[in-house]
C-alpha cells in the first residue's frame, strides 16, 4: 500500500490496513467441513424461503452475496433463478461448486471480493446477503450501500440476515469509532431494525422481524438470535 493519499480509494485502502485482512479467516474458516457449524448446513434461510414464497419476483436473475457454501444459492437455482453467488473464500466456492455438481444445478459462482468485481449495473431482480455484511467494516458499508442499490434492478428486492446486537452467533456492540481505535469488529457487528433503515435508506424497507426457529424436520435454517429485512428499489 502506497503511503499518500490522493483519492477516495485510498482512504478506503488505508481503513481496511487498519483491521484484519478478512480473506484468510474465511479461507481457513471453510477448510473443516466436519466441524458443528449452523451454516454448513444444506438447508436454506427460511426468510429466504419465506421471501420466495411471497414476492412476485418477475425477472430471473439473482445475486447471492456472501454465499459461503452455497446453500442459499442451491435453493434459488433449484426454483429456477439465474443465480450468480460470489465469495470471497476459494474454499467455500469449491465446496458450493461441488454442492451444486451433485445437485446437476447451474450457478455461476465467482471467487472474489465483492468491490473489486465486475458485476452489471440494473441486472438483479433479487440481491441476497445472509452474513456478508455483518463483517463489513463502517467505512466499506457506503461503498456496499451504493453496489446493492446500483446492481438492483427498479423493482427489484435485496434481503439481508446479520447478526443482532449481543447475539449467540456474534454481533459486537461496538460504535463505528470503537471499531478503528481498537482495530477490530469483534467478530462482526450487530444490527438493529432501526440502524438498517437508517443504512439502506436508498431502498423501501418491506419488512424486517427475527428468523423464527426452525427444527430439523423443517429443512430450513433459522435462529431467532439474527436478523431479516427485505428492502425494494422502489425508484
Not at 194 to 221: H, T
Request: overall charge negative; charged content about 25%.
Amino acid at each position: 500500500m502506497k503511503n499518500t493519499i490522493d483519492c477516495y480509494s485510498d482512504v478506503l485502502e488505508m481503513l481496511d490496513s487498519l483491521l484484519r485482512d478478512p480473506e484468510p479467516f474465511r479461507e481457513d474458516f471453510y477448510t473443516d467441513r466436519t466441524k458443528p457449524i449452523p451454516i454448513f448446513t444444506d438447508y436454506p434461510d427460511e426468510t429466504l424461503v419465506s421471501y420466495m414464497k411471497s414476492l412476485n419476483v418477475t425477472g430471473r436473475k439473482v445475486l447471492d452475496i456472501g454465499c459461503g457454501a452455497g446453500r442459499n444459492a442451491l435453493f434459488l437455482a433449484s426454483q429456477g433463478f439465474e443465480v450468480d453467488a460470489i465469495d470471497l473464500s476459494s474454499t467455500s466456492i469449491q465446496w458450493a461448486k461441488e454442492r451444486a455438481d451433485e445437485r446437476k444445478l447451474s450457478i455461476r459462482f465467482v471467487h472474489g471480493n465483492l468491490f473489486e468485481t465486475a458485476l452489471c449495473t440494473d441486472a438483479y431482480d433479487f440481491i441476497y446477503d445472509s452474513g456478508c455484511f455483518h463483517y463489513l467494516a463502517p467505512h466499506r458499508r457506503i461503498t456496499y450501500t451504493k453496489l446493492v442499490t446500483r446492481l438492483l434492478k427498479t423493482g427489484g428486492h435485496f434481503g439481508i440476515t446479520c447478526f443482532v446486537p449481543e447475539g449467540k452467533f456474534g454481533g459486537s456492540t461496538l460504535s463505528d469509532w470503537q471499531v478503528y481505535e481498537l482495530r477490530t469488529l469483534q467478530g462482526g457487528l450487530g444490527y438493529t431494525k432501526e440502524r438498517l433503515i437508517d443504512i439502506f435508506n436508498q431502498l423501501q424497507l418491506i419488512d424486517a422481524r427475527a428468523m423464527n426457529d426452525v427444527s430439523d424436520g423443517e429443512k430450513l435454517f433459522g435462529s431467532s438470535d439474527l436478523l431479516s429485512a427485505l428492502f425494494i428499489k422502489a425508484n
